[in-house]
């Protein structure tokens, strides 16, 4: 029978259920944990999982920095949960946005003892969730617990591949006339983990036996769709657009990773810090992000799979260059990209240039 849920899917609903407030079980070296994040949990699940025994609330390093908690296990510290410790607590340890308000947590206690793989996993989902990368852990009597609470179960083995590269699937493409080009065409290609679609906008008919002009987007609702002055995302679009057009060929790829790989809810939180006079690394690292989570592999197979070897790539960003060269794609040519700076952004433009090697 192949009914039941394969590692790939039982991820996508672990997925599901972190958003939901749901916890996870998880398995791995003799051990069973109940697993929630701590952006969704309620003060009654709360309650219910403090009867369980000690808890852990376990963060990457970049938020202990901040926390000035010891990270013993080097990306990340297990912090133990103080007896009585409310949701406001988690909350205050968590998420960053009072931080300036409430300087003072501690003092907060890493443990040393024991392995950390469990925790580390359930920060992997909760970041994979776009939920903030912090889960609260308590020790559970395995596999039982789980099925007489209803709960999801993942073990090492179903885990082993988070990391992976979801295969995608090309699912519909259609005949698109637009401003920068009446021969435009969408491509949406879905990849088979359940997450999100993304999108190949093929400017006329470039020659597969050619190196494309090609460019990697990332999905910026702020910018692409609001017009934010915050970032250069919206100019950059639409010029790499006008360029393909008046070329006659491109493809631009429109890739659902809001926020360098964070999500938009975490990329409004990343605001409200530079509201408090952080920089957007500096607004990452507080959040318990590193300064890009994103995967341009996408962009490199999507390309693959419609035929391209060679690309002519649209970015002022050398990291996506070698992702894709890294990915078996030939990249012939960086073509610049500077369009869009305004007074409002010019300080996040230089950080990126400075922090994060963009050409600018």
Not at 195 to 217: C, F, N, Q, S, T
Not at 278 to 298: K, M, P, S, Y
Request: charged share 25%; proline share 6%.
């Amino acid at each position: 029978m192949t009914l039941g849920p394969n590692p790939t899917e039982k991820l996508a609903r672990a997925r599901g259920d972190l958003r939901l407030g749901l916890p996870v079980v998880l398995l791995g070296g003799g051990r069973a944990m109940a697993a929630v994040a701590v952006e969704a949990l309620t003060a009654e699940r709360l309650a219910d999982l403090a009867r369980l025994g000690p808890m852990d609330l376990a963060v990457t390093a970049r938020r202990a920095e901040t926390l000035k908690a010891r990270a013993y296990d080097g990306d990340l510290a297990r912090i133990a949960v103080p007896e009585g410790a409310d949701l406001r607590w988690l909350n205050a340890v968590a998420d960053p946005a009072d931080d300036l308000l409430v300087p003072m947590k501690g003092p907060l206690h890493s443990r040393r003892e024991g392995d950390a793989a469990l925790h580390r996993l359930a920060i992997a989902l909760a970041k994979s969730a776009q939920l903030l990368p912090a889960a609260l852990l308590v020790p559970v009597e395995g596999p039982g617990f789980a099925l007489a609470n209803g709960l999801s179960i993942l073990s090492g083995v179903d885990c082993g591949d988070l990391d992976r590269l979801a295969p995608f699937a090309p699912v519909i493409s259609a005949r698109l006339p637009m401003v920068a080009s009446a021969a435009g065409r969408v491509h949406v290609f879905r990849p088979d983990d359940g997450g999100a679609e993304h999108y190949a906008i093929e400017i006329g008919r470039p020659d597969r036996d050619k190196p494309v002009l090609a460019r990697l987007h990332s999905a910026c609702f702020t910018g692409d769709v609001l017009g934010s002055l915050k970032c250069d995302c919206g100019p950059q679009l639409r010029a790499a657009l006008t360029q393909m057009g008046a070329e006659g060929a491109g493809v631009l790829l429109y890739l659902n990773q809001e926020g360098r790989g964070i999500g938009l809810a975490n990329k409004m939180r990343a605001y409200s810090l530079q509201d408090q006079g952080f920089d957007t690394v500096e607004a990452n690292h507080r959040l318990g992000f590193e300064d890009d989570e994103r995967d341009f592999r996408i962009g490199a197979e999507i390309l693959k799979r419609m035929g391209f070897s060679q690309v002519r790539l649209l970015t002022n960003n050398p990291k996506k260059m070698a992702m894709l060269a890294a990915c078996g794609l030939q990249v012939v040519e960086r073509v610049p990209l500077k369009v869009g700076q305004t007074r409002e952004n010019a300080a996040y433009l230089a950080t990126k240039a400075a922090k994060s090697g963009h050409l600018l």
